[in-house]
């Protein structure tokens, strides 16, 4: 899936986290001795494996395995129970259930010990992949930079909540917890993954136990029934046309509804349709070359990569041909690269984002984030959208679902949009 050499790279959101919070430091007499006593309130972890994300139970046996007791000092245990019934309050608030209050608990968990940091990774050598400062803050460790509203709303335990419950617009149509198909049945880590795109979809179930202690220490009802009435308002966003939701959740040149490196955000449909060009329609089968072996090709990709076949569905739909080339790793001014950057060159390119899908659009993946996706990442293209809002991706080079080698396959399986990590549009002539 390579169109230069594979960098193992993520896109948006910043690799979570190789980040300890060493929050209180204390010190104690013993003797004529000082002792130190360094509470590790929780780690950030981060670690890049390649997965498939996969719903499943609730029932994880994780929880009970872990370690049930974080041993903070008391007055950041008592701001934990604080910011765990915020969570409760907001999300019973806006009429869902106890689930979702669960989720969001264990997601803070998983991000920054349930406590409110001023502080992200920005001091970890982390960076996002254009190479500027990552900005997370907050409970959910939401980055100012990619969307998700200014550092006192992110630091605001109930706006940030709100945000992770019905995305950054708080529409309950900007990706948030509630776009998650399945979120209430989901396996939670997977379905917090959605949301944060964090590149382990695994990364939460360390936070179960701790989680469900805070949870019980503070009362929190997680068996509450959801309130459709109080749900309306935000609900209401809905009703607007395919077109204006598609409107409403894509950006030109910004990541506000799309700023992860992984896989499903819980995407929202588009327009049912049929691509005209919903075919093998690649011109260059004849000069692809076994596996391994890489050629340039007219776009200046590579002959049978993801990137090649891609870029090929782009060129066409903008007028080009084989012999004209229109679309190609360049164009623009901003070179696409593999398949995990092509987000960010359409994103600095002030090309549209959006994590709705469209009939003839680019569908991308972020490094190890799907069924076959490696660490270069992978685009695809959408050749349908069904009437139930799923779409149907062909691609080439997808071990997944295809011969070795450079090879073309469509996916006989609808998919939810939100299995694919962005929709870069094609850009308009």
């Known amino acids: 899936m390579t169109s230069e050499e594979s960098r193992a790279?993520?896109?948006g959101k910043p690799l979570w986290k190789p980040l300890?919070?060493?929050?209180?430091?204390g010190f104690f007499f013993v003797g004529s001795l000082i002792v130190v006593v360094t509470f590790v309130v929780g780690s950030i972890g981060y670690s890049n494996h390649s997965q498939r994300c996969e719903s499943g139970s609730t029932v994880n046996p994780a929880i009970g395995a872990v370690d049930d007791g974080l041993d903070v000092p008391e007055e950041l245990h008592d701001e934990q129970l604080r910011n765990a019934r915020i969570i409760d309050r907001t999300a019973a608030a806006l009429g869902l259930s106890g689930q979702a209050s669960k989720i969001a608990i264990i997601a803070a968990m998983g991000e920054s010990t349930l406590l409110n940091l001023d502080f992200g990774d920005e001091g970890q050598g982390v960076t996002n992949p254009d190479g500027t400062a990552t900005t997370s803050k907050g409970l959910f460790q939401q980055q100012t930079s990619q969307g998700w509203g200014t550092v006192e709303q992110?630091?605001?335990p109930e706006y940030a909540t709100k945000s992770f419950l019905l995305?950054?617009?708080?529409?309950?149509a900007s990706r948030g917890l509630v776009t998650v198909s399945g979120w209430e049945t989901g396996e939670i880590t997977h379905v917090i993954h959605r949301v944060q795109r964090n590149s382990n979809a695994n990364h939460y179930a360390d936070s179960y136990g701790p989680a469900e202690r805070i949870i019980?220490?503070?009362?929190?009802?997680v068996h509450r029934s959801a309130d459709e009435e109080d749900q309306e308002q935000w609900r209401s966003t809905e009703a607007r046309s395919p077109e204006d939701a598609a409107a409403a959740g894509s950006t030109q040149g910004s990541v506000a509804d799309i700023d992860g490196c992984a896989s499903d955000g819980g995407g929202r449909a588009g327009v049912p349709g049929t691509s005209a060009h919903g075919r093998n329609t690649y011109p260059w089968d004849d000069f692809t070359p076994a596996p391994g072996v890489y050629n340039v090709d007219p776009v200046r990709f590579f002959y049978g990569e993801c990137t090649s076949y891609a870029a090929w569905k782009v060129n066409e739909l903008m007028g080009g041909s084989p012999t004209d080339i229109i679309f190609d790793n360049g164009y623009g001014g901003h070179i696409k690269g593999n398949g995990g950057e092509w987000k960010?060159?359409?994103?600095?390119a002030g090309w549209t984002v959006s994590n709705v899908p469209r009939v003839d659009s680019v569908a991308w993946w972020g490094p190890n984030s799907g069924a076959g996706v490696g660490a270069a990442g992978h685009v695809g293209w959408v050749d349908e959208i069904t009437e139930d809002g799923k779409v149907i991706i062909s691609e080439y080079n997808n071990s997944y679902?295809?011969?070795p080698g450079h090879r073309y396959s469509r996916r006989s399986v609808a998919i939810d949009p939100g299995q694919v990590g962005?929709?870069?549009?094609v850009p308009e002539r």
Do not use: C, F, K
Request: no cysteine; glycine share 8%; proline share 6%.
């Open 9 to 11: 790279q993520d896109t």
């Open 20 to 25: 300890v919070a060493v929050l209180v430091i």
């Open 154 to 156: 992110v630091t605001d």
């Open 167 to 172: 995305g950054p617009q708080h529409d309950g």
């Open 216 to 221: 019980r220490e503070a009362g929190i009802d």
């Open 344 to 348: 960010s060159a359409w994103e600095a």
């Open 401 to 403: 679902y295809a011969p």
């Open 422 to 425: 962005a929709y870069l549009y």
